[in-house]
């Protein structure tokens, strides 16, 4: 029984992998199921795309970067069969909010000046700029881009400034509502942030760790805290735990049957524990980090190469139904 059953899960895992190789973009999954298998803690492996499917994948037939938090990067995120996109807000000076990782547009358009000093009109006539050139669209405004992922992908949203409120507004105005994944981090003893406004009418995730190197509170009591909401917890991002740390908010989402998260970018997630050990340094967003996550319980994972990603999760057949893997030794 066993031996089929490997047998079986090799095969498939073998098969996944001349797929991807050989068919090109796969469909993506309608967004109900996602967010089902979001809250499904057994149901494998989730890829979030950080900033957007922004990164050339040339295994699946897209060998060309497209510009970080665009609509060409969803786009690729919707082909690649992703599971989340991440994108990031900010606030133009009149108010609306725009898709921007910086406080400043220098990075990543051809303009300059901060956010927050530049109108929407300003904004919108920059133009995002794209590795190895080319034309390309302004930066998009959140709405825009709940428009066009709604019913196609799920989305997580990074609010770097205290616009909480707005975002909420205008998420739940966009009829994206169901698809939209938002996080905060709250201090130790807080009450449980996802029955709160402007977070208890959306998915809410609970960031717990250290920021800075500076540890805040007892991780995993903040964590056994906040999955009581009634407004059910669907993860836990993990943030620069010891591993004292997350061995003891890993038991608490066990029992509360929580994913946890974690981020698998250098200097990032469980940057302690595995990305500077296994990976080390810029090179922690690889297979070493993702295989070291992945065994020891870790089912959602944010990257910046989500097609390679993909690739290994398929190789190892943890997509989708697939149990998870837990190494009972740690």
């Not at 795309?49 to 990067?73: F, W």
């Not at 990976?279 to 922690?284: L, V």
């Not at 398929?314 to 740690?330: E, I, K, S, W």
Request: net charge positive.
């Amino acid at each position: 029984m066993r031996l089929a059953r490997f047998t079986s899960r090799r095969l498939a895992a073998l098969t996944a992998t001349l797929v991807a190789a050989t068919a090109g973009p796969v469909v993506a999954q309608p967004a109900d199921d996602l967010r089902d298998r979001l809250y499904d803690w057994s149901d494998g492996v989730l890829v979030v795309a950080h900033r957007a499917c922004h990164a050339p994948a040339p295994s699946r037939g897209m060998p060309k970067a497209v510009p970080e938090n665009s609509l060409a990067a969803l786009d690729r995120c919707v082909a690649l069969g992703v599971d989340m996109v991440e994108i990031d807000i900010r606030r133009t000076a009149d108010g609306a909010l725009v898709l921007m990782h910086d406080p400043t547009v220098d990075r990543t358009t051809n303009g300059r000046g901060r956010v927050s000093d530049l109108t929407l009109a300003q904004v919108q006539a920059l133009r995002l700029d794209t590795p190895g050139g080319g034309p390309t669209e302004a930066p998009p405004t959140l709405e825009a881009f709940l428009a066009r992922a709604q019913g196609r992908i799920l989305i997580n949203l990074d609010v770097k400034e205290p616009i909480a409120e707005q975002v909420a507004q205008v998420v739940l105005a966009s009829g994206a509502a169901g698809q939209v994944l938002v996080k905060a981090r709250p201090e130790a003893g807080a009450a449980p942030m996802a029955d709160l406004p402007p977070y208890r009418s959306l998915a809410f995730m609970p960031m717990v760790g250290a920021v800075g190197g500076r540890a805040l509170g007892d991780p995993a009591g903040i964590a056994a805290l906040q999955m009581l909401a009634e407004n059910r917890v669907p993860a836990i991002e993990l943030c620069d735990l010891r591993r004292s740390e997350f061995k003891a908010v890993r038991a608490q989402a066990r029992l509360a049957r929580v994913r946890l998260w974690s981020n698998a970018l250098a200097r990032k997630g469980l940057k302690g524990v595995w990305a500077r050990a296994w990976a080390g340094g810029a090179a922690a967003d690889g297979r070493h980090t993702w295989r070291r996550l992945i065994d020891d319980g870790v089912s959602v994972i944010q990257t910046n190469r989500p097609a390679v990603l993909l690739d290994y999760l398929d190789a190892r057949g943890l997509r989708g139904n697939a149990p998870p893997v837990v190494n009972a030794a740690l």
